[in-house]
């Protein structure tokens, strides 16, 4: 186990978070128990230029596949990509479910602004590694229905932070099984059947509970998503603190991203029940609403549909 800013237990592989189930005897146990004073908020820089955009990761051109991982490599050298994961092992920034209420209702914003870091990162390096390149490098999305992409197999070129050893490989292989494409239709359109025992629920607690990987199917059995993926993959993507080890991770939360960029088409007054500083989506200081709009954030995706 490890342990989230709050001193609880948080389960350090997503197969524990699957079989745990969501934490509902943790409610509100990361809440501040006094109000917290005002955090800084910056509306989110936008960027300048044509957005970049987020293709397909089965389609994904052979040169960008080529430029992707060879800017990976160079954030690797250079040491941005350690510090990139060290975000995402500090579990203070109470951005999974499984830590608990207010984890499920950051856990879409935080990602977001945590994959746009990544992404203007690849992109500095990219630029560095061709000068004449005249369109943006992007992170591609890996649709779950889709078969694991042939082009990422065995690049894992960075250490485990925890021990400075290479990566386990990866399995690729169910159990548990990854979302189907009528898993994701369910997601996507069929979220308000979900059933999450949190007080007030409303659409975004339903979509994103059933995104992140808590929801049900119809006939009861659970609803492959988020944390199926990370399982599925296995290796250092199924360890809930270093996933992002695996370059994987960004291509599987593109997927996250695109999914909510979707839903909010159709449910753009959906919010989480959030306030105060549990909106700042530390380490940065843009808050839940700076990060609505992915043109701002520099991007967009080839396709909407699930």
Do not use: C
């Amino acid at each position: 186990m490890t342990q989230n800013h709050s001193g609880h237990d948080h389960p350090q592989t997503f197969d524990e978070v699957i079989a745990r189930g969501f934490p509902h005897h943790a409610l509100n146990a990361n809440r501040p128990s006094t109000p917290p004073p005002a955090a800084p908020v910056r509306g989110a820089t936008r960027q300048a230029g044509i957005p970049a955009t987020r293709k397909n990761a089965r389609t994904f051109p052979v040169a960008e596949q080529t430029a992707f991982k060879a800017a990976i490599a160079t954030l690797v050298q250079d040491g941005t990509y350690p510090t990139l994961v060290r975000h995402h092992m500090d579990m203070s920034h109470n951005m999974h479910g499984s830590m608990g209420e207010v984890g499920l209702y950051r856990f879409l914003a935080w990602h977001r602004r945590y994959l746009v870091e990544f992404e203007r990162q690849l992109q500095r390096a990219d630029h560095l590694l061709r000068p004449t390149a005249t369109q943006k490098l992007a992170v591609p999305y890996w649709r779950w229905q889709d078969p694991f992409p042939t082009w990422m197999a065995g690049f894992l070129p960075a250490r485990n932070p925890q021990n400075n050893q290479t990566p386990p490989a990866r399995k690729n292989a169910a159990p548990p099984s990854k979302a189907s494409a009528a898993d994701i239709a369910l997601i996507v359109n069929g979220f308000a059947a979900q059933r999450t025992r949190l007080p007030g629920e409303n659409d975004y607690t339903k979509f994103t509970w059933a995104v992140e990987g808590w929801g049900s199917r119809p006939d009861g059995t659970g609803l492959p998503a988020h944390n199926h993926g990370h399982s599925w993959i296995g290796g250092i993507m199924n360890n809930t603190s270093t996933s992002p080890t695996d370059p994987m991770f960004w291509l599987h939360h593109a997927e996250v991203d695109r999914l909510w960029h979707a839903w909010r088409q159709q449910h753009a007054a959906a919010r989480p029940l959030l306030s105060g500083r549990d909106l700042i989506l530390d380490p940065w200081t843009e808050s839940y609403d700076d990060v609505l709009a992915i043109d701002v954030l520099g991007y967009a995706y080839d396709s909407s549909a699930p």
